[in-house]
T-cell receptor, first 110, second 116 residues
C-alpha cells in the first residue's frame, strides 16, 4: 500500500462545476495535510493546508479532513479553465518531510 | 519579498559526472528541504536541513549529499550521476522545526537535470 494515494486521473470537469479530488494516507499518526497545484513544467504551489478534522474553506477551495477514515479531499467550486493542472496531496511525516501522492491531473472544459 | 530561488534552471550532464544545485530560501525561512520529481510522479523527499545540519533523510543513496550555509541557503550535490537521476529537483523552504512544525513548505521553480 502506498503511503499517500490519490484518485487516478485524469479528471475532466465542465467549467462552473465542482471538481472533487481525493486522497488517502496510510500513517494514522499523520497530523498535517497539504494540497499543492502544479502547472505543467512548473513547481508545486501551495493551495491549502488542513490540520483538524472537518472542512476548511478559502475562496473557491474547500479542504476536508477525516482522520478516522484517513481521508483528505479538495473541492474546487465554480471551476475555471485556469484550474486545469495537476493537484498533489501531501502528508507531513516527522518534523518537515512531506510525502506526496502521485498527483491527479484535472482538466476544466470550457 | 523574494520567494525560494534555485539555480541553475536547467542542467545537462553525462553519466558519472557530479552536479551541484543551489537554493536560497524565502525571506524569513530557515529550513530547506530537497525533493526529486520524476516525470509524471509526485515529488520524493531527499533530505532536510535546519541549523546547518541534515535533520531528516529519505530513501536516497549516499551519492546524494547536501549542505546548508549560515545564511540558510543550501546546496544539493549528486555524485556519479546515473541516467535515472534525470528529474526536476525542487527546493522547499519553511520556518524552523522547533515548535512550529506545521509551517507549510514553499517550493522554488526547480532545476531540471538531464543525464545523457
Amino acid at each position: 500500500q502506498k503511503e499517500v494515494e490519490q484518485n487516478s486521473g485524469p479528471l475532466s470537469v465542465p467549467e462552473g462545476a465542482i471538481a472533487s479530488l481525493n486522497c488517502t494516507y496510510s500513517d494514522r499518526g499523520s497530523q498535517s495535510f497539504f494540497w499543492y497545484r502544479q502547472y505543467s513544467g512548473k513547481s508545486p504551489e501551495l493551495i491549502m493546508f488542513i490540520y483538524s478534522n472537518g472542512d476548511k474553506e478559502d475562496g473557491r477551495f474547500t479542504a476536508q479532513l477525516n482522520k478516522a477514515s484517513q481521508y483528505v479531499s479538495l473541492l474546487i467550486r465554480d471551476s475555471q479553465p485556469s484550474d486545469s493542472a495537476t493537484y498533489l496531496c501531501a502528508v507531513r511525516q516527522g518534523a518537515q518531510k512531506l510525502v506526496f501522492g502521485q498527483g491527479t491531473r484535472l482538466t476544466i472544459n470550457p | 519579498d523574494a520567494g525560494v530561488t534555485q539555480s541553475p534552471t536547467h542542467l545537462i550532464k553525462t553519466r558519472g559526472q557530479q552536479v551541484t544545485l543551489r537554493c536560497s530560501p524565502k525571506s524569513g525561512h530557515d529550513t530547506v528541504s530537497w525533493y526529486q520529481q520524476a516525470l509524471g510522479q509526485g515529488p520524493q523527499f531527499i533530505f532536510q536541513y535546519y541549523e546547518e545540519e541534515e535533520r531528516q533523510r529519505g530513501n536516497f543513496p549516499d551519492r546524494f549529499s547536501g549542505h546548508q550555509f549560515p545564511n540558510y541557503s543550501s546546496e544539493l550535490n549528486v555524485n556519479a550521476l546515473l541516467l535515472g537521476d534525470s528529474a526536476l529537483y525542487l527546493c522547499a523552504s519553511s520556518s524552523g522545526t522547533g515548535g512550529r512544525i506545521n509551517q507549510p513548505q514553499h517550493f522554488g521553480d526547480g532545476t531540471r537535470l538531464s543525464i545523457l
